[in-house]
């Protein structure tokens, strides 16, 4: 477990060298240095985490095999709602103290989090299929997911929209925190509007206190689709850079920049 | 307090010298209305079941189309500009240009959404909460929808991206409003339905109009 | 025979000063100007110059506080625009290119609401007073649409009488006018640098006023 202390305390380390790593020029080296450390650490919690799910979790009486799809469809959606909390984070500091790298932070990890809420809808519908003989039932988490992802693409349409991109970092974040306030609102409505419809309602486990060894695999998976995460964003944000910064002197020096 | 006055006056007058984008609006409600029986089918039973979803996802859709003349004629022609620069706060010269809208677009639907629900058999406590959860409604999607509105100002592509960003925000008003009028025609308790319009309306009066201004000042820099 | 609304306030009384220091503007990915000082006080008007694209617009918003400088500072009589940006703006009038009226109101419904707007209480008879020293006696009911351009301009100069803004950043404001209407911008705004006020322009011809300084970028 040391693993994850070192991840978050190179995390913690960025935040509070913040300024001296808040220029464009100084970030990109230093993520191309942390992505191959990431990539492992996904790769090492990806194999524990699949271990325990595939091997190690009991079978369920009432679901056999195929509930196993939870470890998947579970931390995705973890991951889909954090990384739109980070996102909005991102842009949001970029708001206020107009540093351009937060907001293509922002927009590094918005295709990213929109992946995870689409996989934890794909694989709630493979849930759903064997369980209730339907690809899709009207359930308020899956529902409140769906609404997640209409937000990402937003969010993502938006940006691609302006073209002045200081003027769609800007948009972008109030966009983004607009959003994350509306989320807990439109959660509680949705579920709101399941009970008092009376609909399908999915549940994780059937049984009041979930095995320890489901909850370790849930966790492992999700650590490591964030270690995935973290990575993916990390070489998106420096492709970003790349394009934004390209007029300026350390880009055209750059080996392997034509 | 005279410049709020004075800029939902000006938009008042600017309607009346071109009513038919109003008019068009109010237009585009009672035909949409119309085509899901049409497309449904006229068991009674079935439209007084369907009518608070109808009513309500159309006047939401109507809203979202009122939209975008809230700030792009001023955008083009410069007044938006020389609101800004105006020793009036922006804050209130956009709040007062949201009420404009809702006074000319929102209010309008409630008004006219009981005559729909006739058509769709509601009984008249049923009419009661049409109106008074789309009076409490509209304002909320007025103010929300400004957002969507000064965050899209003179983007390409812009009347169908204000709808996919705005929509989703639409959703809780949208349960809540329906909601309340489903309960009503089967007699279960509407109360808590109308606390929760309430609620989000104030979060909405609260926020939106500077989240709108911080957007519009984005849009003309 | 001119006529004046009023006495034109006495602005030499507070004697104003605009002061911009080491400006940078960047639009998009180019940096149009970097380090730029620029002060005009109180009697005095700038003509910035420059090519086509060279940033005089930009330089012209940065100013009125529309956009924010890459870098540097704009002090209005000593503070900070950004302080308070309600007093700076009450102070200011800025006209672009485009004529910020509203097509489908008269020229008096235009100018009664903007000065509304804008916290100045005036009687009608003092805004069509201002509309028929700029020739558009007749025209006041009419809705704008119907104005010719030169007209529509000539309702921006009743403008800029009623706002009684103690700095006019104007760009391009030669522009679209006849010579009749040109001399009368010209008298106008002589008569408020004269009075104390202050005035930066762009404009690609010479202007025809004295005693400008000329900022070229």
Redesign the interface.
Known sequence: MSSILDSRSGRTNQLVNWFKFSSPATFYPLAGKLIPFFWALAIIFGIAGLWISFFVAPVDAVQGQGYRIIFVHVPASWMSMFIYIMMAIWAGLGLVFNTRLSAMMAQALAPTGALMAFISLWTGAFWGKPMWGAWWVWDARLTSELILLFLYLGFMALQASIDDPRRADKAGAILALVGVVNVPIIYFSVKWWNTLHQGASVSINKSPSMAHTMLWGMLLVALCFWMYSIAIALMRVRTIILERESHSDWVRTLEGVK | M??FL??I??DL??VM??KSEVLTILFFFVIVTSLFPLGIGADTALLRKIAPGVIWVTALLSTMLGLQRLFATDFA???L?????????LAL?VGGKIAAHWLVCGLPLALLAPVIGIQFDLDASTLGTVILTLLIGTPILSLIGA?GAA??LG????GV?LS??V???Y??VL??GA?AV??QSVGLDVGGHYS?LGA?LV?ALF?APW?TT??VR???? | MTTHISEPPNLSLNPSSLRANALTCVRGERTLFTGLDLEVSAGEWLHVRGENGIGKTSLLRLLSGLTKPAAGEIFWNEQLISADPSEYHRNLLFLGHRDSLKEDLTALENLSIATALDGIALTEDEILLALHRFGLRGREDLPVNCLSAGQKRRVLLARLLLRQAKLWILDEPFNALDVRAVEMLSELILEHIASGGMAIMTSHQEIPMPNGRVVQL
């Open positions: 005279s410049a004075a800029i006056r000006r007058l600017l010298r071109r022609d410069g007044t500009e020389q609101m800004a620069l105006s020793p009036t706060p010269l957002i965050l899209t983007v390409r592509g812009g991206l996919l960003l929509l989703p925000l959703i809780p349960i809540f909601g489903y309960a929760l989000l979060l926020f989240a911080a957007a984005i849009a003309i820099e």
